[in-house]
């Protein structure tokens, strides 16, 4: 009889676990100091809109007490938004009044025809 070969290499196994292992540590350490990071990061932008949004209110203030009694001026988006609405409107008036021309053309044919 022959003896059964044993099986080598058994403790593979237990070598690719360990190192699957320190992988999986080393994944979540760089994750960690990612997520530092980005909290760094958003401190600091943070701190930069603060700061703008101070610099801004104190130059709208300064605007304020220099137009005085003038208030604010209109945006050259706003003038648009009133022109088109303007536009709109008279449109609107036309279609209206042309209608109305239609109808009243169409009534005098009416009584022509009759």
């Given at each position: 009889?022959?003896?059964?070969?044993?099986?080598?290499?058994?403790?593979?196994?237990?070598g690719?676990?360990?190192?699957?292992?320190?992988?999986?540590?080393?994944?979540?350490?760089?994750?960690?100091?990612?997520?530092?990071?980005?909290?760094?990061?958003?401190?600091?932008?943070?701190?930069?809109?603060?700061?703008?949004?101070?610099?801004?209110?104190?130059?709208?203030?300064?605007?304020?007490?220099?137009?005085?009694?003038?208030?604010?001026?209109?945006?050259?988006?706003?003038?648009?938004?009133?022109?088109?609405?303007k536009k709109?409107?008279?449109?609107?008036?036309?279609?209206?009044?042309?209608?109305?021309?239609?109808?009243?053309?169409?009534?005098?044919?009416?009584?022509?025809?009759?």
């Amino acid at each position: 009889m022959m003896k059964k070969e044993k099986q080598k290499g058994g403790n593979k196994r237990k070598g690719e676990a360990k190192r699957k292992n320190e992988k999986k540590e080393m994944r979540e350490k760089r994750k960690g100091k990612r997520k530092q990071k980005k909290k760094m990061r958003n401190k600091k932008k943070d701190k930069r809109k603060e700061k703008r949004n101070k610099s801004n209110e104190k130059k709208s203030k300064k605007q304020r007490e220099r137009r005085g009694e003038k208030g604010r001026k209109e945006k050259g988006s706003e003038k648009r938004k009133k022109r088109k609405k303007k536009k709109k409107r008279v449109k609107k008036r036309n279609r209206k009044s042309e209608n109305k021309k239609r109808k009243e053309d169409g009534k005098q044919r009416k009584k022509k025809e009759k």
